[in-house]
């Protein structure tokens, strides 16, 4: 059974910093594609940042230069640096994978990021 959980959002003035952690048990994050996924209040959820089983990382236009995805292989964890803050970038965020066999995409319970402007 995969399970994710996500830590470490919260409220941050604008220009500050977050950093999010997701820890997986049930999946080992090295073998798929896992990243960071937001939802807004009214909005679509949205890919922020992805890493790659090879470690290729992308990002959404809006969050580049701003954002840093990382994978820490023997923890098991998947990390979101968050610096410079907008806030544009308050949303729900949610960590995912998907299993690249079944092309299943399993998501954690999300945590919750506001930025004050």
């Known amino acids: 059974q995969v399970q994710l959980e996500e830590s470490g959002g919260g409220f941050v003035q604008a220009g500050g910093s977050l950093r999010l952690s997701c820890a997986a048990s049930?999946?080992?994050?090295?073998?798929?594609?896992s990243g960071w996924y937001r939802q807004a209040p009214g909005k679509q959820r949205e890919l922020v940042a992805v890493?790659?089983?090879?470690?290729?990382?992308n990002y959404a236009d809006s969050v580049k230069g701003r954002f840093t995805i990382s994978r820490e292989n023997v923890k098991n964890t998947v990390s979101l640096q968050m610096n410079s803050l907008k806030a544009e970038d308050t949303a729900v965020y949610y960590c995912?994978?998907?299993?690249?066999?079944?092309?299943?995409?399993?998501w954690g319970q999300g945590t919750q990021v506001t930025v004050a402007s």
């Open positions: 995912n994978t998907r299993d690249r066999r079944s092309g299943r995409d399993y």
């Open positions: 049930g999946t080992i994050f090295s073998s798929h594609t």
């Open positions: 890493v790659t089983s090879s470690g290729f990382t």
